[in-house]
Structure formats: structure tokens, C-alpha cells
């Protein structure tokens, strides 16, 4: 603990080396791919399709490309994100999620509402568990009653960013998760700023009502989609977005075990 009580920042654990090198050779495929010659114009181009700055400059981002120097986390972490946009490799998994979960066979996923997925949940969100871990089975937070077991949503999960994508009927998500076990003595300044696991994925839009499916599978490594399924909280509100349902991912040491099936998450929107 830091002087006057207050818990010291996490820090953000450095990508691994072969996470790195996978992002340097999908970047230098992309580059060679659309004929950006200079790494300025690369860079301008990372940062007109993010919307935001990358934190380093030209000179910077060539020395990642050729592994000269070691890039801060910060920016290895956006040339993901972008790198999820300008690929769009979840485009036929979100094209099959979206007529799965319309229910209705051959429906276009561009029938669905783009426009409301996009000013309605794209943003960064923090990820609360409900009470007492992944396989809680507490009611609902409506129900919930003060001084009976643990507060509903009590405990930090993960950071997930949901972007939007040029002329894309998805977003693209992207997860980092600071607390996989659901331990109910995690810090929220711990788990949202210290990534165990990251995930990508991609989010869609039902036909129906105010919910939303996001599809996540863990970097770097062959496993089954983690499902977020979820709807809005609050519908008649803007300006704090929260999404409340269920997480369902398989334990990757036992594949025969839904791990955590009735996990009921919160999905809350942070300021911009």
C-alpha cells in the first residue's frame, strides 16, 4: 500500500515476445500487403483508423517493425486494436454469430441495427463478476437484499474495448481480464490494470430488443469462444451505458465442463 492508504497503480505486464512477434509480422504483412512505403505514412494511416494518437512517432514504429528496440506496451496494445480493425479476421465469425442468434436462417447480419450498435455500446467498459465468483448463483441485483452474503457485481474481472470498424456490420472487441478466477479479494485497481489473459473477438447486435452477443477467443492460442450475452441495463440512459447478463466460456483444461456457464456479468461503460 502507497502512503495515506492509497493502493499503488498496477503495473501492466509486458506482452510476451512471441505475442509481439505476431503483431511485427501481421503489421509487416499489412504494410508490404497495401504499399505503405514509409513508415510515416503507415503510422498516419494506424492512427486515421484508430481515431486516436499511437504514442510514438515514425522513427519509433519502424524500429518495431525491423526489432531494433523494445515498444512500449501502450503502443503494442493499439497496433492489436488496429490491427483487429484493418484485418477484420472475425468478420465471417460475426456474419455466423448474427444469424445464429437472430434465429431466423440466411438473415444478413447487415439487416441488423449498425447504427445503434455503434453509438450505444462502443466505448471500454469494466467487467464485474456477481457475487461470489464465476459460478455464483445469486438473484439478480434487482432482488439482491443488504447484508445477506456479498453485494451483487462485487468483484473486477476485466477491461473490454469495443470499437467500431469502417463500413462493418460489428465491432471489433478486444479483452484484457486481470482476475480469471473470480477471486473475490481482487482490487479494481489490480484487475483493470494488470492483463493476465487478452482476448479478441468481435460483438453484434440482435435483431431483437436491446441485446448484444460478443464472441472472444484468447490470444495466441487455439481454444473455444468465451460468449458474452447481454443487454442494456439502463435503455432510457446515455450517458453511463451498462450491460447486464451472462458470460459463458469452456474450462480450457476440461473441455467436457462448461466452465462457469450461468456467470452473471455487468458491463460498465467508462467515460471517453
Known amino acids: 500500500m502507497a502512503s495515506g492508504g492509497h493502493e499503488k497503480p498496477a503495473v501492466r505486464p509486458a506482452f510476451s515476445e512471441a505475442?509481439?512477434?505476431?503483431?511485427?509480422?501481421?503489421?509487416?504483412?499489412?504494410?508490404?500487403?497495401?504499399?505503405?512505403?514509409s513508415a510515416l505514412a503507415l503510422l498516419q494511416h494506424i492512427e486515421a483508423t484508430l481515431g486516436k494518437e499511437l504514442g510514438c512517432d515514425d522513427r519509433r514504429l519502424r524500429r518495431f517493425l525491423n526489432d531494433t528496440h523494445r515498444t512500449a506496451d501502450s503502443v503494442v496494445e493499439l497496433l492489436i486494436r488496429f490491427l483487429n480493425i484493418a484485418l477484420a479476421p472475425y468478420a465471417r465469425l460475426a456474419e455466423e454469430t448474427a444469424r445464429y442468434f437472430s434465429r431466423t436462417e440466411g438473415r444478413d447480419i447487415r439487416e441488423h441495427d449498425v447504427d445503434k450498435l455503434r453509438q450505444t455500446i462502443a466505448g471500454t467498459y469494466h467487467v464485474y463478476l456477481k457475487g461470489r465468483g464465476r459460478n455464483?448463483?445469486?438473484?439478480?441485483?434487482?432482488?439482491?437484499?443488504?447484508?445477506?452474503?456479498?453485494?451483487p457485481f462485487e468483484i473486477p474481472y476485466g477491461v473490454l474495448k469495443l470499437d467500431p470498424l469502417p463500413d462493418?456490420?460489428?465491432?471489433?472487441?478486444?479483452?484484457?481480464?486481470?482476475?480469471?478466477?473470480?477471486?473475490?479479494?481482487?482490487?479494481?485497481?489490480?484487475?483493470?490494470?494488470?492483463?493476465?489473459?487478452?482476448?479478441?473477438?468481435?460483438?453484434?447486435?440482435?435483431?431483437?430488443?436491446?441485446?448484444?452477443?460478443?464472441?472472444?477467443?484468447?490470444?495466441?492460442?487455439?481454444?473455444?469462444p468465451k460468449i458474452y450475452l447481454?443487454?442494456?441495463?439502463?435503455?432510457?440512459?446515455?450517458?453511463n451505458t451498462v450491460l447486464t447478463g451472462a458470460m459463458i466460456e469452456r474450462n480450457r483444461n476440461e473441455l467436457s465442463d462448461i466452465h462457469g456457464a450461468a456467470a452473471t456479468v455487468k458491463l460498465v461503460k467508462q467515460p471517453d
Request: some cysteine.
Open 19 to 37: 505475442e509481439r512477434a505476431d503483431v511485427r509480422r501481421q503489421l509487416a504483412a499489412y504494410r508490404h500487403k497495401e504499399g505503405f512505403k
Open 168 to 224: 462493418a456490420p460489428y465491432l471489433s472487441a478486444y479483452e484484457e481480464v486481470g482476475n480469471p478466477d473470480g477471486n473475490p479479494a481482487a482490487s479494481e485497481t489490480s484487475v483493470f490494470g494488470d492483463a493476465v489473459a487478452r482476448f479478441l473477438g468481435c460483438a453484434v447486435s440482435q435483431k431483437m430488443g436491446s441485446s448484444y452477443v460478443i464472441v472472444l477467443r484468447r490470444m495466441q492460442e487455439f481454444s473455444l
Open 136 to 151: 455464483s448463483t445469486l438473484p439478480n441485483d434487482d432482488e439482491w437484499v443488504p447484508g445477506t452474503t456479498l453485494p
Open 230 to 239: 447481454v443487454g442494456e441495463k439502463y435503455p432510457e440512459s446515455r450517458t
